[in-house]
């Protein structure tokens, strides 16, 4: 069954540090997304892209980048890690027609100490 | 600009009864699509309903419907004979570009017995 997977699911780093949050989907699908959600907030799009080569900034951009060489995988890197990023990351995928739903990775649960 | 209104941080319900929980939107597009999400405490993002602003017909997907006013700018997601399995936070979205959506902060239901 295709699937979307992300890692690693809890990951604990220190302010500073580069941390890449993996997104995988088997979908086969041209659109993906990063999502963070935080208390309060809802879930708020980072970045997302609509096919290989192709990334584009979402609400909450900033600190954040990604990159597309395959349709496959998503890696979301956070350049240099602040506790304001300490959230709950999703990935999420979707055909590439107008109304087709989101499909959700299982989240990652990160922490900046 | 708040796209997605959610009004109702919580609701309570008990079980075999019917709840509604709010959602309204703001675009000004004539083209777009409104999503309803849940995600129990395990924490996975589950598709549950989609209305396109087209169509005629309120959405129904087994117990849920959609509660579609598109004069008032609302679609209340409608669950009938309420489930245990049915508390979890609920999201309403709104995808009125081409792909990316806009979360609500979402409503916590908690179903008694």
């Known amino acids: 069954d295709a699937e979307i997977t992300q890692s690693p699911r809890h990951k604990i780093t220190e302010t500073g540090r580069q941390v890449t949050l993996a997104c995988h989907q088997t979908?086969?699908?041209?659109?993906m997304f990063w999502y963070r959600q935080d208390l309060g907030h809802g879930l708020r799009l980072i970045h997302y892209s609509y096919g290989v080569q192709d990334t584009n900034k979402g609400e909450v951009s900033d600190g954040y980048s990604v990159s597309r060489s395959n349709t496959e995988d998503l890696p979301l890197t956070l350049e240099s890690a602040a506790s304001s990023q300490t959230s709950v990351y999703f990935c999420a995928s979707s055909e590439s027609t107008r109304h087709n739903e989101q499909f959700f990775g299982p989240g990652t649960r990160l922490t900046v100490l | 600009a708040q796209k997605i209104t959610q009004t109702q941080p919580g609701m309570f319900v008990q079980e075999k009864e019917a709840v509604t929980l709010d959602c309204t939107y703001d675009?000004?597009?004539?083209?777009?699509?409104l999503f309803w999400y849940k995600q129990p405490s395990s924490g996975e993002m589950i598709f549950l309903i989609y209305?396109?602003?087209?169509?005629?017909q309120n959405a129904t997907e087994g117990r849920y419907s959609l509660n579609f006013q598109k004069a008032r700018k609302s679609a209340n997601l409608v669950i009938s004979a309420s489930q245990l399995g049915d508390s979890a936070m609920y999201f309403c979205a709104m995808r009125d570009g081409y792909s990316t959506l806009t979360f609500g902060k979402g409503t916590m239901l908690l179903v008694s017995p």
């Open positions: 675009t000004s597009d004539q083209s777009y699509g």
């Open positions: 209305q396109g602003s087209y169509d005629e």
């Open positions: 979908w086969n699908h041209n659109n």
